[in-house]
């Protein structure tokens, strides 16, 4: 059983269609973060969530933190096909070098 | 600034066989970690390095090592490999001993035959 559970598992969408991908967990975290990878290289960060209810944007990314810190979610909107790739979140407890991996949301944009 | 390096990006071994990974850190980070990607179990942490020693360790059997050297570089060594180590091996790079953020190398992707 995975700590961090992402849903969904895949998501295949047209260019230009909003999405909403999710990490939850039932234990605490002290920070969240959410990565990218393509095949074939390794995961880039794209960002750190600290703060429960915090939100941070990045461009057309939205990262949510929950009050919790228990969960979070990345909301993309107006999806391109440079979009592609499969999302990580990771929650670090014990502050800071125990980091878990949830298994990834594999996201397809179509052109 | 360069990234994190990792030394093979691709290698192929026979079950029984020993290999060592290499992996270099951001210049000025501390702290090294190894994770373990497969399309089944994801990315699952291996063992974190800081200051040469090792602060954690996953749940891999004992035949899955690492160290770190002075320079904060670290290799990690899996001996009698086994079909089932067939994986990316990704080493993660971080600044300070209480930092957030993990920098990725590329991976090595080990086939084992």
């Known amino acids: 059983t995975q700590l961090l559970e992402q849903s969904p598992q895949f998501l295949s969408i047209q260019e230009g269609e909003n999405l909403t991908v999710y990490c939850n967990s039932s234990?605490?975290?002290?920070?969240l973060q959410w990565y990218r990878q393509e095949p074939g290289e390794g995961p880039v960060l794209l960002v750190t969530v600290v703060t429960g209810g915090e939100v941070k944007k990045l461009k057309r990314l939205t990262f949510q933190f929950g009050d919790a810190r228990k969960d979070s979610s990345l909301h993309i909107t107006a999806a391109q096909p440079g979009d592609t790739g499969l999302y990580l979140c990771a929650g670090a407890r014990n502050n800071n070098n125990d980091m878990r991996f949830g298994a990834g949301t594999r996201l397809t944009v179509k052109p | 600034k360069a990234g994190v390096t990792q030394t093979p990006r691709y290698l192929i071994k026979t079950r029984g066989q020993q290999v060592t990974l290499s992996c270099s850190p951001i210049?000025?980070?501390?702290?090294v970690s190894w994770y373990q990607q497969t399309p089944g179990q994801g990315l699952q942490f291996l063992f974190e390095?800081?200051?040469?020693?090792?602060?954690n360790k996953g749940n891999f059997p004992g035949r899955f090592s690492g160290r770190q050297f002075s320079n904060s570089r670290s290799e990690m060594n899996v001996s009698t490999l086994e079909l089932g180590d067939s994986a990316l091996y990704l080493c993660?790079?971080?600044?300070?001993?209480?930092?957030?953020?993990?920098?990725f190398g590329p991976g090595t992707r080990l086939t084992v035959l």
């Open positions: 390095y800081f200051s040469e020693t090792q602060r």
């Open positions: 210049s000025g980070h501390r702290s």
């Open positions: 993660a790079s971080m600044k300070s001993e209480a930092g957030y953020e993990q920098f």
């Open positions: 234990s605490v975290f002290s920070s």
